[in-house]
């Protein structure tokens, strides 16, 4: 059973930093790209980076780019968001997520998010 | 950059009854687009992807069709389950290889 289980939120103040952390089991981790999907407090879904399954690759959001860094260890089966100058903002419900890739255009690979975590919240706030 | 618009924003529907949604991309995704579920306080669950194929475990009550840039989620006959937002996704454009919906929330009516 696939289960991926995020860890590393809570409250931080604007211009802080924090590094959220998604331990995944029960799949070859390093066969799969993954992701980081946020959700503000009632609002919808945004995309906020990928990366590779070797780690290689890395692809990020307009509105995440320069402040936040995707990494993965594949020897501990974990993924990691490097989170930069927070703004009020980035204020969220993080979730880690596998991704199928379907499709590469321009080099960059795209899919669905196939299996998700429960998510960890992180508060930007003075 | 695309947008996926969702429709309607809430829908009522009564247990028994059929549900569908519409998802519309403002250009072309072929059919690389996927939908989610999602209930309060839990983690979107994957439904439909490649616009038509059930993800595992999902119930045949949901379907999915459409390609290029009209979409439709259905939901045969409602269970009490199924109230919840759900979401579409598409794959295909570059650089915006994820971009979701702004979601549906399916209520009891």
């Known amino acids: 059973e696939v289960q991926l289980l995020e860890s590393g939120g809570g409250l931080v103040q604007p211009g802080g930093s924090l590094r959220l952390s998604c331990a995944a089991s029960?799949?070859?981790?390093?066969?799969?790209?993954m992701s980081w999907v946020r959700q503000a407090p009632g609002k919808g879904l945004e995309w906020v980076s990928a990366?590779?399954?070797?780690?290689?690759?890395?692809y990020y959001a307009d509105s995440v780019k320069g402040r936040f860094t995707i990494s993965r260890d594949n020897s501990k089966n974990t993924l990691y968001l490097q989170m930069n100058s927070l703004r009020a903002e980035d204020t969220a419900v993080y979730y880690c997520?596998?991704?199928?890739?379907?499709?590469?255009?321009?080099?960059?690979?795209?899919?669905?998010?196939?299996?998700w975590g429960q998510g960890t919240l992180v508060t930007v706030s003075s | 950059e695309i947008v996926m618009t969702q429709s309607p924003a809430t829908l009522s529907v009564s247990p028994g009854e059929r549900a569908t949604l519409s998802c519309r991309a403002s250009q072309s995704v072929s059919s690389n687009l996927a939908w989610y579920q999602q209930k309060p306080g839990q983690a979107p669950r994957l439904l439909i992807y490649g616009a038509s194929t059930r993800a595992t475990g999902i119930p045949a009550r949901f379907s999915g069709s459409g390609s290029g840039t009209e979409f439709t989620l259905t939901i045969s006959s409602l269970q009490s389950e199924d109230f919840a937002v759900y979401y579409c996704?598409?794959?295909?454009?570059?650089?915006?290889?994820?971009?979701f919906g702004q979601g549906t929330k399916l209520e009891i009516k």
């Open positions: 990366i590779s399954g070797s780690g290689g690759s890395t």
């Open positions: 997520a596998t991704i199928m890739v379907v499709v590469v255009v321009a080099a960059t690979p795209a899919g669905y998010f196939q299996h």
């Open positions: 029960g799949f070859t981790f390093s066969s799969y790209a």
């Open positions: 996704q598409q794959y295909n454009n570059w650089p915006s290889m994820y971009t």
